[in-house]
């Protein structure tokens, strides 16, 4: 009985085979007159079939959809079928390069990248990094502009317009509006804001969600659940619902990653939430960015006299710099020597040398960096991938960046980010 289940199963096999052989013989006579519609159906079945010829018919299934595609469906049929070969285990990089040209030529750039995304993860291919690296940087400039602008904030950016602040998302869109004298950054589902004589906190939609008490006459950037007020002339920590800490000092930086820039007795070190020091008051300052953060991936750096010092960990490493801006949540630092503008590690080592006139940390694998008048983005590799075309530059975050244009500061977003924007 298995002698003849096994027979019939050959026999079986070799009739499917034959038949699907025939199959494609009959739409190669069809295409080769250019019949293309007829060879569709043919094509169809003879892929449905599962022998060693499968994926011919595949491929020259593909060859008649790309032939129809100005044909309504056809682009889905076509679409559908590299979808189909992408999910194989054992897939070559070349169907994803495919898929990825595809959707590159039809203004798909997005679909373009999650393809090559997954063919790098799935292949390691050499050739879809390199195509992958030379369209993730494609962006879009926003018609929305504004007189002044901060860094982004997560996925806020505290914006300007005719001498008063708001928040907007980071593509560019009002979030809160520009009405108040200052606002701090937006975190923890709210803003500190300063209207008159009044600082108190608003929600996402501008209601008013706690007042601060008398006396407050500055305030900081909020993060962490913290933020720096100014009580007559001490700066004191307070919570994001504006309660005081008992703590005071003559300046107090933002937090980030649970520590801030802080001053007393004339001198700078790095404290914790709860006050405690990181790093001792003893040095000449703390190197902070715009929003006033100076810790990220457990590095500071110090000011001694005219030079600036990397501390890891609590810990000085020895070699100065001129200048510096702390790291980002990611990738490496700006620093200067010599008059140019260089990039370091966590480890104090150079990474790419110093060639720019300026330069901004990384943030999102790419850092802002000035060539003569302008400003363009480099990528971990120290490559141009946007080219200096902006009167000043700010750091990536969510997909955005901050640019200044003759229109004042707009907002560009890369392809791969365009729809993820937004809280």
């Known amino acids: 009985m298995l002698l003849t289940l096994s027979w019939f199963a050959a026999i079986n096999t070799k009739?499917?085979?034959?038949?699907?052989?025939?199959?494609?013989?009959?739409?190669?006579?069809?295409?080769?007159?250019?019949?293309?519609?007829?060879?569709?159906?043919?094509?169809?079945?003879?892929?449905?079939?599962?022998?060693?010829?499968?994926?011919?018919?595949?491929?020259?299934?593909?060859?008649?959809?790309?032939?129809?595609l100005d044909n309504r469906g056809f682009p889905r049929k076509y679409t559908g079928l590299l979808e189909k070969q992408m999910s194989r285990r054992d897939v070559p990089a070349d169907i994803f390069a495919e898929a990825a040209d595809y959707y590159m030529k039809t203004s798909k750039t997005?679909?373009?990248?999650?393809?090559?995304?997954?063919?790098?993860?799935?292949?390691?291919?050499?050739?879809?990094?390199?195509?992958?690296?030379?369209?993730?940087y494609s962006y879009e400039l926003s018609r929305i502009s504004y007189e002044k602008v901060t860094a982004i904030y997560k996925s806020t950016v505290q914006v300007c317009n005719d001498g008063l602040w708001g928040i907007a998302?980071?593509?560019?869109?009002?979030?809160?509006?520009?009405?108040y004298e200052k606002v701090s950054t937006f975190s923890s589902n709210r803003a500190i804001v300063k209207?008159?004589?009044?600082?108190?906190?608003?929600?996402?939609?501008?209601?008013?969600?706690?007042?601060?008490?008398?006396?407050?006459?500055?305030f900081g950037n909020l993060a962490d659940n913290r933020i720096p007020l100014l009580i007559e002339n001490s700066w004191r920590r307070a919570s994001e619902e504006l309660e005081l800490g008992a703590s005071a000092f003559e300046e107090l930086g933002m937090y980030s990653g649970g520590y801030a820039a802080a001053k007393v007795n004339g001198k700078w070190g790095v404290v914790d939430k709860a006050s405690r020091w990181l790093i001792?008051?003893?040095?000449?300052?703390?190197?902070?960015?715009?929003?006033?953060?100076?810790?990220?991936?457990?590095?500071v750096f110090m000011?001694?006299?005219?030079?600036?010092?990397?501390?890891?960990?609590?810990?000085?490493?020895?070699?100065?710099f001129d200048d510096a801006l702390p790291f980002c949540d990611e990738g490496y630092a700006a620093v200067k020597r010599n008059g140019k503008w260089g990039f370091i590690d966590t480890d104090g080592h150079l990474k790419i040398q110093y060639i720019f006139d300026d330069a901004l940390s990384f943030g999102q694998h790419m850092a802002a960096v000035k060539t003569g008048d302008l400003w363009g983005y480099i990528n971990i590799n120290g490559f141009i991938v946007i080219d200096a075309l902006f009167y000043d530059a700010k750091s990536f975050s969510n997909g955005s960046a901050p640019v200044l244009t003759e229109r004042g500061w707009q907002f560009i977003t890369l392809i791969e980010y365009k729809q993820e924007v937004g809280l």
């Not at 209207?195 to 006459?217: C, H, L, Q, S, T």
């Open 169 to 179: 998302k980071t593509d560019g869109t009002v979030m809160i509006p520009c009405e």
């Open 110 to 136: 997005q679909d373009a990248l999650a393809v090559l995304r997954k063919g790098i993860e799935k292949t390691g291919s050499s050739e879809l990094v390199s195509m992958y690296e030379s369209s993730r």
């Open 303 to 320: 000011r001694k006299g005219s030079s600036v010092y990397l501390f890891l960990g609590g810990k000085q490493i020895e070699e100065a």
């Open 280 to 299: 001792p008051a003893e040095y000449d300052g703390v190197v902070q960015d715009e929003l006033g953060r100076c810790y990220a991936r457990g590095t």
């Open 195 to 218: 209207k008159g004589d009044e600082v108190y906190a608003v929600d996402r939609n501008n209601n008013r969600i706690a007042v601060a008490g008398n006396g407050v006459r500055d």
């Open 15 to 68: 009739s499917t085979t034959e038949k699907q052989l025939e199959l494609m013989r009959q739409a190669a006579v069809l295409t080769s007159y250019n019949i293309y519609i007829r060879a569709v159906p043919l094509l169809e079945e003879a892929a449905g079939y599962n022998t060693k010829y499968t994926v011919t018919a595949e491929n020259e299934l593909k060859l008649v959809y790309i032939a129809l």
